[in-house]
C-alpha cells in the first residue's frame, strides 16, 4: 500500500485489516510530505532490493501515491516487476498522474493514456459488462449495480486494455486492466475517483468481496464460489477477534488492580488455537466447516467474556471498597478535629478582657 493509507481514505487497507486472507505493509506517503520526508520513509518501508519486491508481494496498491521523489531505479523496479515479475498493481491516480505516471517509464505499465485530474461530484452507478468473463458478474444479481457513487474522474483507455465497467449514465470507463508487454506481466487495474468513498464504502456491504475477486483474478486463484457463506464465515472471524480484544482490556485493567488473570488468559489462548484452525479453514474456501467451528468458539468465549466481566466487577467492589474507607476515614477525622473545635472549647477557660491600670 503506497500514498493514502489511512482506511477511511483507502478502503483496501480496510479490506486487508479485516479478511484474514490478506497481509499487508503500507508507506504513508502524504501528499503534503516534502521529498526528505518521503525518502525516510521509503527506508522504513519500501523494499530495499528487486527481489525482496518480488518474492514479499503479490499486488500493490497504490492511491494517490505521490512518488515523484523515486529514484530511477526504483522506478525501474516498478516497471520490472509489473511487467516481468508478475506483480499486480491496483492504483487510482491523483496529481501522481502528472507528476510521476505520465512522465516517467511508468506509463507504458498503465492501461490509460490519460487521466484528467479535474474530478467530477455527480451522482452515478456501476455498470458491468455482460460480455466479459464473470469476475463481477455474480455482484450484479447482489444488487451492486444500485449502489451509488459521487464523484469520478475521466481517463482514456489504450488500446487494449479492457473495460470490465462504466459509470452510469455517463458511459465513461470505471474499471480498466490490462497485462502489459513483458515476459510475466501482472494484472494493472485503474479506477477511478480515488477508490469512491461512497461506493465502497457502508452502502455496499459487497465491497470486501468485489475486491477479494478482483485479486483472485489477477492472481490466477479460483474465484468465489459463494460468496453468502465467505461473507458470514469473515464475519464470524471479525467478531471472535473484537471479542478477544474486548477480554484482554478487561482483563488487563483488573490486572492493574492485582485480580489473578491467569486463569483467563490460558482459556483464551485455548480458544484462541481453535480459533485459528477454523481461520485456516477459511483461507481454505472450507466455509461451511469454517462457520461450524466458529459458531462452536463463540459459544467458549462467550463463558470466558463472563468470566471476564466477574473479575473485573471483583476488582471494582475492592476499589469501591478502597475508595469508601479512604473517604470515610477522612471524614472521621475532620468529624473528631470539628467536634473537638467546636463542642469541646468550653472546657478551656476564656480568658478575661483587659484593662489599663494606674500605676
Same mark, same amino acid.
Given at each position: 500500500?503506497?500514498?493514502?493509507?489511512?482506511?477511511?481514505?483507502?478502503?483496501?487497507?480496510?479490506?486487508?485489516?479485516?479478511?484474514?486472507?490478506?497481509?499487508?505493509?503500507?508507506?504513508?506517503?502524504?501528499?503534503?510530505?516534502?521529498?526528505?520526508?518521503?525518502?525516510?520513509?521509503?527506508?522504513?518501508?519500501?523494499?530495499?532490493?528487486?527481489?525482496?519486491?518480488?518474492?514479499?508481494?503479490?499486488?500493490?496498491? %497504490? &492511491?494517490?501515491? #505521490?512518488?515523484?521523489? /523515486?529514484?530511477?531505479?526504483?522506478?525501474?523496479? @516498478?516497471?520490472? !516487476?509489473?511487467? =516481468? $515479475?508478475?506483480?499486480?498493481?491496483?492504483?487510482?491516480?491523483?496529481?501522481?498522474?502528472?507528476?510521476?505516471?505520465?512522465?516517467?517509464?511508468?506509463?507504458?505499465?498503465?492501461?490509460?493514456?490519460?487521466?484528467?485530474?479535474?474530478?467530477?461530484?455527480?451522482?452515478?452507478?456501476?455498470? %458491468? &459488462?455482460?460480455? #466479459?468473463?464473470?469476475? /463481477?458478474?455474480?455482484?450484479?444479481?447482489?444488487? @451492486?449495480?444500485? !449502489?451509488?457513487? =459521487? $464523484?469520478?474522474?475521466?481517463?482514456?483507455?489504450?488500446?487494449?486494455?479492457?473495460?470490465?465497467?462504466?459509470?452510469?449514465?455517463?458511459?465513461?470507463?470505471?474499471?480498466?486492466?490490462?497485462?502489459?508487454?513483458?515476459?510475466?506481466?501482472?494484472?494493472?487495474?485503474?479506477?477511478?475517483?480515488?477508490?469512491?468513498?461512497?461506493?465502497?464504502?457502508?452502502?455496499?456491504?459487497?465491497?470486501?468481496?468485489?475486491?477479494?475477486?478482483?485479486?483472485?483474478?489477477?492472481?490466477?486463484?479460483?474465484?468465489?464460489?459463494?460468496?453468502?457463506?465467505?461473507?458470514?464465515?469473515?464475519?464470524?472471524?471479525?467478531?471472535?477477534?473484537?471479542?478477544?480484544?474486548?477480554?484482554?482490556?478487561?482483563?488487563?485493567?483488573?490486572?492493574?488492580?492485582?485480580?489473578?488473570?491467569?486463569?483467563?488468559?490460558?482459556?483464551?489462548?485455548?480458544?484462541?488455537?481453535?480459533?485459528?484452525?477454523?481461520?485456516?479453514?477459511?483461507?481454505?474456501?472450507?466455509?461451511?466447516?469454517?462457520?461450524?467451528?466458529?459458531?462452536?468458539?463463540?459459544?467458549?468465549?462467550?463463558?470466558?467474556?463472563?468470566?471476564?466481566?466477574?473479575?473485573?466487577?471483583?476488582?471494582?467492589?475492592?476499589?469501591?471498597?478502597?475508595?469508601?474507607?479512604?473517604?470515610?476515614?477522612?471524614?472521621?477525622?475532620?468529624?473528631?478535629?470539628?467536634?473537638?473545635?467546636?463542642?469541646?472549647?468550653?472546657?478551656?477557660?476564656?480568658?478575661?478582657?483587659?484593662?489599663?491600670?494606674?500605676?
Amino acid at each position: 500500500m503506497i500514498g493514502w493509507v489511512d482506511p477511511a481514505i483507502n478502503p483496501f487497507t480496510g479490506f486487508f485489516q479485516i479478511d484474514p486472507l490478506f497481509t499487508y505493509s503500507a508507506e504513508p506517503i502524504h501528499p503534503l510530505l516534502t521529498n526528505d520526508e518521503k525518502r525516510k520513509l521509503d527506508r522504513v518501508y519500501f523494499p530495499r532490493t528487486r527481489d525482496l519486491l518480488i518474492s514479499d508481494y503479490d499486488l500493490m496498491v %497504490f &492511491r494517490n501515491a #505521490r512518488i515523484d521523489h /523515486f529514484t530511477t531505479r526504483q522506478l525501474d523496479d @516498478l516497471c520490472f !516487476v509489473f511487467s =516481468e $515479475g508478475g506483480m499486480t498493481a491496483i492504483t487510482t491516480f491523483g496529481p501522481d498522474w502528472d507528476e510521476v505516471w505520465e512522465i516517467s517509464n511508468l506509463r507504458d505499465i498503465t492501461p490509460v493514456r490519460d487521466y484528467y485530474m479535474a474530478g467530477t461530484v455527480r451522482a452515478y452507478r456501476v455498470r %458491468f &459488462r455482460r460480455e #466479459r468473463q464473470p469476475v /463481477f458478474l455474480p455482484f450484479v444479481e447482489l444488487g @451492486l449495480e444500485q !449502489v451509488w457513487g =459521487e $464523484g469520478f474522474h475521466n481517463m482514456e483507455v489504450k488500446q487494449g486494455a479492457t473495460v470490465w465497467a462504466d459509470i452510469m449514465p455517463y458511459g465513461l470507463p470505471w474499471l480498466v486492466s490490462w497485462r502489459p508487454a513483458g515476459g510475466d506481466p501482472g494484472m494493472q487495474w485503474v479506477f477511478p475517483g480515488g477508490f469512491d468513498g461512497q461506493w465502497f464504502g457502508e452502502s455496499n456491504p459487497y465491497a470486501i468481496d468485489f475486491a477479494t475477486n478482483l485479486i483472485f483474478h489477477s492472481l490466477g486463484r479460483p474465484l468465489i464460489g459463494d460468496i453468502y457463506a465467505r461473507r458470514e464465515a469473515r464475519h464470524l472471524i471479525a467478531a471472535f477477534r473484537s471479542q478477544k480484544i474486548v477480554i484482554l482490556d478487561m482483563a488487563d485493567w483488573a490486572d492493574t488492580f492485582g485480580a489473578d488473570t491467569r486463569e483467563i488468559i490460558e482459556k483464551l489462548h485455548e480458544v484462541e488455537v481453535e480459533a485459528g484452525e477454523y481461520t485456516d479453514l477459511y483461507l481454505n474456501r472450507e466455509y461451511a466447516a469454517s462457520i461450524s467451528g466458529m459458531e462452536e468458539t463463540f459459544d467458549r468465549i462467550s463463558e470466558i467474556t463472563e468470566d471476564a466481566v466477574r473479575l473485573k466487577d471483583r476488582a471494582m467492589v475492592w476499589v469501591f471498597v478502597s475508595e469508601w474507607l479512604v473517604v470515610t476515614s477522612v471524614a472521621m477525622i475532620a468529624g473528631f478535629v470539628l467536634w473537638s473545635l467546636m463542642i469541646e472549647r468550653r472546657k478551656y477557660r476564656e480568658v478575661g478582657s483587659t484593662r489599663p491600670v494606674r500605676l
